[in-house]
């Protein structure tokens, strides 16, 4: 179906279907992999695309990781890459969240990819697979949070930490695991789901704090993901990628309040 760093292989992308998830299927596509899109909805972007196929369903399912691994060796007979993207994130403060929106949370964006992460890697040791990857993504604001995000937070803050875990676990066995965080991407002419999600006057406060100056596009964490789950990265495991123009390097928004005078001060 083409050739590429990934030719001869099959990648398994949940939340696939849309935004930094549907550039990331189109990347590995673009690069020879066959792909698995594992999603909420279904995958019409691809739908006259014979690299691509679709298993609709809720990762937090019990059940579903094993379905999704099964469509895999259905139709393409393995599975030798896990991007865990699929995820829940609500927004809601401690006073006003409802338990149930807090659970539905930590039950995708933990439990899910745990269990994709879980069926995968039993895949790759049952037939004794080596050179497998697993990318998970996660957030920039996993350390640096905001007000009303503790949830989204908190458990993509717990894909970081047991990624770290299982990279640890599944090292001897060939399988490498890890994690690219995204700052602010514009997912706009990516998704077909709540385009309009963030107001103007936030997406404009959002790029003002990134020190290159511009939102991310879908495609920049594409490419990372891409590098991680290649033979390039071969010799990485266990990392947390940022890919946020840099704006968790530190405090950019008291760039403005530097001054030539204080550039002796000590103490």
């Not at 994709?116 to 697993?134: D, I, K, M, N, S």
Request: proline share 5%; glycine share 14%; aromatic share 6%.
């Amino acid at each position: 179906m083409g050739e590429g760093r990934f030719a001869g292989k099959v990648a398994i992308v949940s939340g696939g279907s849309h935004g930094i998830g549907r550039a990331i299927a189109a990347g590995f596509a673009g690069e020879g992999a066959h792909v698995v899109i594992a999603d909420l909805a279904p995958p019409d972007h691809f739908a006259d695309d014979p690299r691509v196929a679709g298993i609709t369903g809720d990762i937090a399912e019990p059940g579903f990781a094993g379905r999704v691994l099964d469509t895999a060796v259905s139709r393409f007979g393995k599975a030798d890459v896990l991007v865990n993207d699929a995820a829940a994130y609500p927004d809601g403060t401690l006073l006003d969240m409802p338990t149930t929106a807090w659970e539905r949370v930590f039950a995708v964006n933990v439990t899910g990819t745990f269990s994709l992460t879980q069926a995968f890697a039993r895949h790759c040791a049952g037939r004794g697979a080596t050179g497998a990857a697993v990318v998970s993504i996660s957030t920039g604001s996993a350390r640096s949070p905001r007000p009303g995000g503790a949830a989204y937070s908190a458990s993509k803050a717990a894909v970081e930490i047991m990624s770290k875990v299982f990279a640890m676990e599944l090292g001897p066995l060939g399988i490498r695991v890890n994690v690219v965080a995204p700052g602010y991407i514009d997912v706009r002419g990516w998704s077909d789901a709540y385009p309009d999600r963030a107001p103007e006057d936030l997406r404009a406060a959002l790029v003002r704090s990134i020190p290159l100056g511009q939102a991310g596009d879908p495609r920049d964490i594409a490419n990372a993901v891409l590098f991680l789950a290649s033979a390039e990265a071969g010799h990485i495991t266990g990392a947390v990628l940022d890919v946020d123009g840099g704006s968790n390097a530190g405090r950019f928004a008291l760039h403005g309040h530097m001054s030539d005078g204080a550039s002796g001060a000590r103490g």
